[in-house]
């Protein structure tokens, strides 16, 4: 690991990589850092650390030109797999959705669901939108991260899917607040398309019922 980076204290650790926290040029930053995994070959975690930092640092970067929410990135070490981008200050959405009021709760879903349509209409996929990634900053700005995952498409599917995973993550850990949330986000998401676009919205939007169709559908089969 990176010397100047070990000596800092860790900041958060997801699933995937070490956030820590520190200055950069008099800047609150973070240094995302991605953790080797001990499961998969020297050669191959490397590659795989390497091509995610990369992917990451290049999203978070061309995103931030749509005006969407994201931090600002001022270094990428591929080799180190450590990327430094500004320290977003504030609190996941997950651990805000059960203490906000209504009207909060869906001023910030829809939001997202602007950010997601703008991110979907310009050929982007978030992939991994879930509560953990969504940050909200105490002057009640929405920002997205983590997009280490993201991936490139202008299909149906690929977008419905993206969706799917937010419902799905809605419906398991805020149950109670699914349906304010999730009508809120497509609300959002719809508001970004326009007459000659608005019809593809829709089918992506259905297609993610058809998704959770499937799911189901296999579930039952593994049942059998
Ligand atoms: N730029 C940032 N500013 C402040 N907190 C952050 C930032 N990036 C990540 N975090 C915090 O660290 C956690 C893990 O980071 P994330 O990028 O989601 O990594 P992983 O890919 O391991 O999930 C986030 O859920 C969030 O709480
Ligand atoms: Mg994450």
Not at 94 to 104: A, C, E, F, R
Request: net charge neutral; charged share 30%; aromatic share 10%.
């Amino acid at each position: 690991m990176n010397l100047e980076i070990e000596k800092k204290k860790i900041f958060k650790k997801g699933a995937e990589a070490s956030l820590y926290y520190g200055k950069w040029f008099n800047k609150d930053v973070i240094f995302k850092y991605r953790i080797s995994k001990k499961y998969r070959l020297d050669i191959i975690d490397k590659k795989i650390r390497n091509s995610r930092t990369l992917n990451e640092a290049r999203a978070l970067i061309k995103i931030k030109n749509y005006g969407i929410n994201v931090p600002c990135v001022y270094e990428i070490d591929p080799e180190e797999s450590i990327i430094t981008m500004d320290y977003i200050p504030g609190e996941k959405l997950k651990d805000l959705i059960s203490i906000l009021d209504i009207q909060k709760l869906e001023d910030y879903f829809k939001k997202v669901g602007i950010f997601i349509g703008i991110l979907h209409q310009n050929g982007h996929i978030h992939g991994d939108i879930t509560t953990s990634n969504i940050l909200i900053t105490p002057n009640k700005e929405v920002f997205l991260i983590d997009f280490g995952l993201h991936d490139y498409s202008d299909n149906i599917e690929d977008k419905s899917v993206d969706i799917h995973l937010l419902k799905r993550v809605l419906i398991s850990s805020h149950g109670d607040y699914y349906k304010i949330c999730f009508k809120a986000f497509l609300e959002g998401y719809r508001d970004c398309y326009n007459e000659s676009s608005i019809e593809e919205c829709e089918s992506i939007i259905l297609n993610v019922d058809v998704i959770e169709t499937r799911g189901r559908y296999i579930k039952k089969e593994e049942r059998l």
